[in-house]
């Protein structure tokens, strides 16, 4: 079973990126989706979740420039980034599990991460 993540590059303020999240091995289509990220010397924080009812959840920190999606027949997750900010620099993860957790913890499948750098 492998997350594989991509879409992440260098971006300057206010402009957009689109992360995606290809599952394979197994289908995650009765599974929460969700998105964490970790910036150098922090924490790894909670971004974005989807239930596979396409109930969503956001951090604070990005609600309203950031969306989640998913599409169960490709087996992948979105995460539609608009309006980026130098403090959304960081490594973004996918993760799969079992609830629409803002918790790392209830996740059991975690990508590799992609960099997102946000120039100012």
């Known amino acids: 079973v492998q997350l594989q993540a991509s879409g992440g590059g260098l971006v300057q303020a206010g402009g957009s990126l689109r992360l995606s999240c290809a599952a394979s091995?197994?289908?995650?289509?009765?599974?929460?989706m969700a998105w964490f990220r970790q910036a150098p010397g922090k924490e790894r924080e909670f971004v974005a979740a989807?239930?596979?009812?396409?109930?969503?959840t956001y951090a604070d920190s990005v609600k309203g420039r950031f969306t989640i999606s998913r599409d169960n027949a490709k087996n992948t997750v979105y995460l539609q980034m608009n309006s980026l900010k130098p403090e959304d620099t960081a490594v973004y993860y996918c993760?799969?599990?079992?609830?629409?957790?803002?918790?790392?913890?209830?996740?059991?499948?975690w990508g590799q991460g992609t960099q997102v750098t946000v120039s100012s």
């Open positions: 091995g197994r289908t995650f289509s009765s599974e929460s």
């Open positions: 993760a799969a599990g079992d609830s629409r957790s803002i918790l790392p913890r209830p996740y059991y499948y």
């Open positions: 989807m239930s596979w009812s396409g109930a969503s």
